[in-house]
């Protein structure tokens, strides 16, 4: 029998490349189940009205506060709101999809550490609420321990009463730590007497007062007299005694607020911004709203927010940024936003039960007046004022072919889409308010009215791709687009020129043209859902995008992302440009959100993904990077120039292309060191004039891998390489670790230090300069070693610690021969600083634990002054007798700290505006001390002055903020 020959298969570089990611294979699965999974449950239980996302919420429990997998038992699983049949049918469908696996004894767990980082980037607002409940209960309580005066505040107790029940039944605090909310509850219970007391002191005063202005009165005046003053003084003394007690209890409230609340203290700064418009009395309101702008370190001057009750399908805002009233989710009702009193709740209006079923909203251009189109047909006109809500009916279209889907601006009036048909309305006071245009075969479901000629207008029909392009003059269709391979339409917008247009379709896709050449197309590629809502700017260059992958994108019309603006839960359904670099979002759960997207930074650099790892070169102006998703190399951003090169690192025949994670330079800015995901560690010499080191893993088996770079160093003798997952024999060791530093001699790879850490994961390793023997390590304890390498078998010599969270980042830098600056940052929001000095006799070396002391903050205490999350980086610059310092955060924000020299105890916070928007993975200053340079979540790295005050520009934006 012949046999069959056929092709070989040939796996290149680009094909591997451009095979998906396993994990995004999983992330995409899990979604379609889920989606389907809620569908089914939906319908299987469709008599108990079961509400939507049970799945997400018990997915949810099986993730832990660092975004890792964790198991759960069946006892673990109860859903409140959710009936037990409900939770055990979903756990078997989750596990005949293979999203979970079951351990035996109903324990179950995520079968991938994939599906847990996925799940924690869709965690709704309860559960992230709840998350960040956990970790500030657990902060104070380690806190508590070691002070035993710290307790939760009244601000946290209250957050933490909302979720008490979701968080007892999914045993996220253990008894100890409950323990501790009952005894700070106690703690509230005695400050509250205490103020009690002081406004009984007040009283008591007031009193005094009164007697001595009374004695006062009856000597100097007649009855009648004495008793007119008496009530005037008496009046003044109620009211600044009110004043005085408001004042107090809203110091302490604020307060709580910011000690309790570090994980996430924007959130704290928006809530006790919207109690303090509660406060009636105009001059206490912004005496202390004046106070806590000031007193508050990271007040968010460029993103404000609101929050609508409830889920909202779409928004109406002004041009100075006031939305007036919402669709509700649900039964889709239309609520009105009190305009002189912006950060008050929605207002109803009266009889709006009467105006339900809304499916489309506008605002008349030039008005405070509000069209509402209905499910019925009918199209009524509000006026927006809350002193006159009453609506007028302007017209009823009819629904018999199909209901009503959209209406969009129009000089004199609207367009509207009812059913196939396409209609004018005339807002002048015709007796015909609106007549037909022409009609479809099905019903149309967008319009786009072109702003440079009002006379055409585009329309899609449902469920389909094609653009018609239509004239109001002739009441014809004139031409139409349709070579699209894609789904059908999702968005329709005209640009400002009127010569673009721009189509988002099903899945995940936008398109420009231009009506000249409408074969050659612009895609937008950067969401990963539905783009449900687009918008153009002003001058046509840029355009924003609001997608169901709760992302916000800012592009150039090339389809170049410019920002990418993250910090909804829901899906983004309006989106707008404002006047003074303004824009605003909204999702469905009610969030809405105003971006600052003026450029802050003296330059910017976009990248095609988020920035991995960054490393400044000591001796010129010139930074390495990389770039998730990137398996050719780094870059070298020379700043002085303002050129981009990319270097690759070495491999051999056998070797597979791996990401960068970690890099540094050499001392003499040579080189760089390079870590990759494929195992190997390099030195790369970016002037060619050496061939490049390579320091792969030994052959030998009793050697370790490195394959879990986490931090590299390097001196004259040594490079140190931090690692997490390599394993070393039993045999060799006696332990089995997966935690370890390990030092290499650069002429001779195979002679190997081992530092190990068998509980606790490397995060970073630093040589100490000038002590060639020492090298610290950060860990996952929270704590910095110090570790005498060259013993014969490395020991630690010190041990620094202080964090209740693991190290994320370290420097060193020496102030002079004898004394060194060691300045490490942590998870739990906060950074330390320890000096270092050796004894010039005995060379015996002291560690000091350098407390941080900061500006007084008029009465707040100095700890107020950290970040809102997790410090991802810290570095040093030194300016002659000035040292300077700064800390890169997960919040978007650096922070800038100098001490001088003399004032080693003193550190003096410098303001500045060093933003991106998302996580700053990477901070360092520039060899020369005068440029910052950050690299973010947010797919660009930027250049700052480093000298540049942000005071004068601080003013500045906050006055063109766009909701106040």
Known sequence: MPQESYPHLLFTPELVDSTPDIGRVLAELMDDQVHTLENEIAQKF????????????????????????????????????????????????????????????????????????????????????????????????????????????????????????????????????????????QDVERKQRKRQMRMLGLAAISVIMFIGVLGFSKLWYGQKTAREALEKTMGELNTQTQKNTNLIGYQE???????????????????????????EDTSLKNQLKTQLIKDYPISPFYNQTFNIPGGIEKVVIDPQGAFYCAIMDGNAQVLFKHKDSPHKLLLTPAGASVYKNVVDIMRVPGTEKILTLHQDGKLFLWDSLPNNLNPILIDSFPADLGPPATIVPHPGGALVAAGPRVYQVFLDGRKYPSRFILGFDRPVKHLAVNPADPNEFAAVKENNQVVNICRLDTNVVIRTYENFDYESVTYLAYAPDGKKMFAAFEGDIGILWTFKNPDIHTLFRGHNGFIADAAFSPDGQRLLTGGWDTKVILWDISGKILKEMQGHKGRINYVAFLPHDFVVSADEEGLVNSWYIGVLADTILPASNRIRAMAASPTENKVAYSIYGDTLGFLVWDLDKNETKRFQQPLRRWDHRGGISALTFSADGKAVLVGSDNNLVSLVYLNGEKEDEDYRSSRNRNMPSTDGITSLDINEQWIAIGNKQA????????????????????????HTFIALRPESGVNVVKFIPGLDSLILTGCDDGNVYI????????????????????????????????SWYIFAGSKD????????????????????????????LNGFKNTYAWHASDITDVAFSREKGTLKLLTASADGSVKLWESQKGKEGYIKEVPNLIRHFGEIRSARFSADGKYIITGGEDRSIKKWDASKQAEDRIKEIRARRPVE
Not at 733 to 739: F, K
């Open 46 to 185: 469709s008599k108990t009205r079961l509400r939507r996302g049970l799945v997400m919420k018990i997915l949810g429990s099986f993730v832990t506060e660092d975004d890792t997998r964790q198991p759960r038992s069946r006892e673990q699983l109860s859903i409140p709101g959710f009936p037990e049949e409900a939770v055990d049918y979903c756990l078997e469908q989750l596990k005949a999809t293979r999203i979970l696996k079951d351990y035996g004894e109903g324990t179950y767990e995520l079968t991938h550490d994939t599906l847990a980082r996925h799940l924690a980037r869709q965690r709704d607002e309860e559960t992230a609420n709840i998350i960040e409940i956990v970790r500030a209960v657990r902060g104070a309580f380690n806190t508590h321990k070691l002070d035993r005066k710290h307790y939760l505040g009244e601000f946290a107790l209250v957050n933490l009463r909302k979720y008490e029940d979701l968080i007892r039944s999914a045993q996220r605090l253990n008894e100890e730590e409950w323990a501790f909310v009952k005894a700070s509850e």
């Open 253 to 279: 409230d604020i307060t709580d607020a910011l000690q309790e609340q570090k994980s996430d203290r924007t959130k704290s700064w928006q809530l006790l911004l919207g109690n303090l418009f509660q406060v």
């Open 727 to 750: 394993w070393l024999k039993a045999d060799r060791l006696g332990v089995e670790n997966n935690h370890m530093a390990l030092l290499r001699k650069r002429r001779d790879p195979q």
């Open 787 to 818: 570790w005498n390498f060259l013993r014969p078998k490395p020991a630690i010599v010190q041990v620094l610690p202080g964090h209740s969270s693991r190290i994320s980042s370290c420097d060193v830098i020496a102030w002079d021969a004898s």
């Open 829 to 856: 929001n906060t950074a330390s600083l320890w000096v270092v000095r050796k004894n010039s006799k005995t060379g015996a070396l002291t560690y000091l634990n350098n407390e941080v002391l900061f500006e007084d």
